[in-house]
């Protein structure tokens, strides 16, 4: 269950940062961060997930579901 709400959390902040990044490219304002830290951000969040989702099914827990019969 804990893997779960890890991988909700972890797909919140990816889509926060490509929001982020979406203002900061519509504003343009040479102040404030790059658009590509942000991005970065998301890559990185996305691969974690994947590898978190992958560790979670080979210790059993996630389970998939089963193919249809």
Do not use: E
């Amino acid at each position: 269950m804990i893997i779960k709400i890890i991988l909700v959390g972890c797909l919140i902040f990816m889509v926060y940062n490509l929001f982020k990044a979406l203002i900061i490219m519509n504003k343009n304002d040479p102040n404030q961060p790059s658009m590509s830290k942000f991005i970065g951000r998301r890559v990185m969040m996305s691969a974690f997930i994947v590898i978190l989702i992958l560790v979670g099914i080979m210790t059993g827990l996630i389970t998939p579901n089963p193919t249809p019969h």
